[in-house]
C-alpha cells in the first residue's frame, strides 16, 4: 500500500491511472479500466509466472498485490479479503 497524496502526484507515480487499456497477446495480458471511482490495473503472464495488480483508491492509496507462480484469480481473491472501503476512507493527517 502507498500513499500518493493528491491526484497532483498521481499522474508521476500511476500515469496509467487516467487511461483505458485492454491489450492481450499470446502470453500476456494488460488491462486498466474504472471499476466505480477507483482505477485498476490487471498485468499478467497467462502461463502465471507473474501478476501484478493494482487499485488506485479514490484518496490516493494504491494497493498492489503482486506474485509469481499464481493466478490473477487468486491474487483478485486475497485483494477481495482486503478492506479496501476502510482504507479509502482513512482520513489524512492535517498538513501543518
Request: proline share 0%; net charge positive.
Given at each position: 500500500v502507498s500513499d500518493i497524496g493528491g491526484l497532483g502526484s498521481l499522474m508521476g507515480v500511476a500515469a496509467w491511472a487516467n487511461m483505458t487499456v485492454d491489450r492481450e497477446s499470446n502470453g500476456s495480458v494488460e488491462k486498466v479500466y474504472r471499476?466505480?471511482?477507483?482505477?485498476?490495473?490487471?498485468?499478467?503472464?497467462?502461463?502465471?509466472?507473474?501478476?501484478?495488480?493494482?487499485?488506485?483508491?479514490?484518496?490516493?492509496?494504491?494497493?498492489?498485490?503482486?506474485?509469481?507462480?499464481?493466478?490473477?484469480?487468486?491474487?483478485?481473491?486475497?485483494l477481495a479479503s482486503l478492506d479496501l472501503s476502510r482504507m479509502e476512507s482513512a482520513q489524512r493527517p492535517a498538513k501543518s
Open positions: 471499476q466505480g471511482k477507483r482505477t485498476v490495473r490487471e498485468n499478467y503472464r497467462k502461463d502465471g509466472s507473474h501478476v501484478e495488480y493494482t487499485v488506485v483508491l479514490e484518496n490516493g492509496l494504491i494497493v498492489e498485490l503482486s506474485g509469481g507462480q499464481t493466478s490473477v484469480d487468486k491474487i483478485k481473491q486475497t
